[in-house]
Nanobody, 123 residues
Framework: QVQLVESGGGLVQPGGSLRLSCVAS????????MGWYRQAPGKQRELVAG????????NYADSVKGRFTISRDNAKNTVYLQMNSLKPEDTAVYYC????????????????WGQGTQVTVAS
């Protein structure tokens, strides 16, 4: 059973930065592409960033392009999301999981989700 543990969220002012981390266990992390998803109140969960298994390719939702950077450390079974120039509309619970296809917005590979990490952007 895959376990995903997200951390690094918090309250930040508009224009600020946060770095999220997600540690995966119970799987061979290095063979899977990974992604960061977010879910704002009253909205569907959406994929905001993805990275291939080796880390050579990344993709981003238009809403975060140029502000967020996804990376990974396969030796630590960890995927990161560096978030800069945060906006109030980035407020959401952020989760990691493995997209079925690179950039794919459908259901991810793993049915189980972590607890997520809350990001709140407000002054």
């Amino acid at each position: 059973q895959v376990q995903l543990v997200e951390s690094g969220g918090g309250l930040v002012q508009p224009g600020g930065s946060l770095r999220l981390s997600c540690v995966a266990s119970g799987t061979i992390f290095s063979i899977y592409g990974m992604g960061w998803y977010r879910q704002a109140p009253g909205k569907q969960r959406e994929l905001v960033a993805g990275i291939t298994s080796g880390g050579s390719r990344t993709n981003y939702a238009d809403s975060v392009k140029g502000r967020f950077t996804i990376s990974r450390d396969n030796a630590k079974n960890t995927v990161y999301l560096q978030m800069n120039s945060l906006k109030p509309e980035d407020t959401a619970v952020y989760y990691c999981n493995a997209p079925r296809t690179f950039g794919g917005s459908g259901p991810p590979l793993w049915d189980s989700w972590g607890q997520g990490t809350q990001v709140t952007v407000a002054s």
